[in-house]
């Protein structure tokens, strides 16, 4: 049985495999444990995510809330990847799964082929950073960057900044910009701010919508699309300078800045798409989960509340997709995928009676 990912989710999956004794490996494409954390820019504290989750069985220990989290994350996950003996191989890039008529996955990777008789993957987002394109998106002769490479506001001191994306990340990194530079903010839909708190029957009220979509097939959205954004304390000074008066999407981009349909131009030395990421799920297409909406229905086959099976091809378990996507969705969604493919292996390997 392979994992695919050794974030949040391939972690919580792992650990359930192990307890079960499950026989295992995780391959993950990173140098050093860590997930997507070790990528996060560094001027993302602790005190600025919106939580981290523990693993189960070990707790997250306090930190100092100004580290940056991609450095006390990555720390965590080492820790725990030791702790509990977890069978990590890295570096190794998966590149394609197919199924052979023996009923094994062949799983090719950049350090060989392995074969498998269940799968759970849970390779995340970060390595899909999706782009838009607008038209004379190539002429602009500033600076184009996704989030995905955004390391901090200081390279952009004294600059035209335009901030494409209504999620998280563009209200964070409006946050660490408004103070240094002219910021600018372009929504394809005007944001929904939220005013009340975010309670646990909130969150359940958030995951349960974008669980609805995996279970039709599909793609799904993030959970901060169905909760709302909110200001924390950190932002109240970029909402003084105006880094919040949104504006609706430009038409084009121009060498110099970029444009509306009714004519209207405002220059910019920077483009941040802050527009969000893809499930990294390329490497599956040989199995064809997709359903015809696009997007991989995934069915519960041991906890009703919880669906982490394909449709399409029940040997395959997805953790940190969709609802599981948050870091507590992805603990429960570890355990229910671990016994789910472990099942799914027993299954395969009864004996046949006539």
Known sequence: MLVIGAGQAGLSAAYHLKRLGADFAVLDADQRPGGAWQHRWHTLTMADVHGVASLPGMELPEHDPRVPARDVVPDYFTRYEERFGLPVIRPVRVDRVAGESSGNLLVDTDLGRWRARALINATGTWRTPFLPYYPGQETFRG??????????????RGRRVVVVGGGASAVQILGELAPLASTLWVTRRPPVWRT???????????????????????????????????????????????????????????????????????????????????????????????EESGGIRLIARLDQHTPTTAARDQRIQFVGYGPSASTIGANRAGRVAALAALRSVEAATQPVVA
């Not at 960057?145 to 506001?153: D, K, S």
């Not at 901060?224 to 932002?235: D, H, N, Y």
């Open 143 to 156: 600076r184009q960057l996704h989030t995905a490479n955004y390391e901090g506001p200081e390279a952009f």
């Open 196 to 290: 009340a708190e975010f309670d646990p029957e909130a969150g359940r009220a958030a995951v349960a919508l974008v669980e609805e979509r995996v279970r039709r097939g599909l793609p799904p959205q993030s959970v901060v699309s169905v909760t709302g954004l909110q200001l924390r304390p950190q932002e109240r000074r970029a909402e003084e300078l105006g880094a919040y008066r949104r504006e609706p999407m430009f038409a084009s981009i121009e060498p110099d800045g970029v444009r509306w349909a009714d004519g209207r131009f405002e220059p910019a030395d920077v483009i941040i798409w802050a527009t969000g990421f893809r499930p990294s799920v390329g490497h599956l297409a040989p199995l064809r989960l997709r």
